[in-house]
């Protein structure tokens, strides 16, 4: 089995920002500690992120026929970003939502997905452990 996972706008900042809310680590360290979980189980990764909506959507475009799947923190663009709900819809790559936070319970416009409609689910609010979660929903 072979994933995409894919980080959207800001999570570049990972580690810098709102640390409080999203954690000291990187996302280079959360990402090297993901590859090194899909090694132990068997499944090879491959992340990318950008603050980029175009590029985003490249990706998923793109992950059709290469990956079984893939894990989506689009950051802000959950809350709006048609173009990435679109891409999706448009793959026959099963998507699963993910946030480090637990969006329900912060500002109201966080509390609204245009994404999850068309994404196989949703996991949020267990920090890095959401990826690692989400990456187990594609072995069940």
């Given at each position: 089995m072979k994933l995409l996972i894919l980080n959207g706008v800001n999570l570049n900042l990972t580690g810098k920002r709102e640390q409080d809310?999203?954690?000291?680590?990187?996302?280079e360290e959360i990402n090297a500690q993901l590859q090194a979980y899909a090694e132990q189980h068997g499944y090879g990764i491959d992340c990318f992120q950008s603050n980029s909506e175009g590029e985003l959507c490249s990706q998923i475009h793109g992950a059709e026929g290469?990956?079984?799947g893939i894990v989506l923190?689009?950051?802000a663009y959950?809350?709006?970003s048609l173009a990435l709900r679109d891409a999706i819809?448009?793959?026959?790559?099963?998507?699963v939502e993910v946030h480090m936070s637990n969006v329900h319970a912060r500002e109201e416009f966080r509390k609204k997905s245009v994404l999850t409609e068309v994404c196989k689910g949703e996991i949020l609010g267990f920090g890095k452990n959401s990826y690692l979660l989400a990456m187990e929903s594609f072995r069940l």
């Open positions: 809310v999203y954690g000291g680590e990187t996302l290469q990956y079984d923190n689009a950051g959950t809350h709006y819809a448009a793959v026959k790559v099963p998507v």
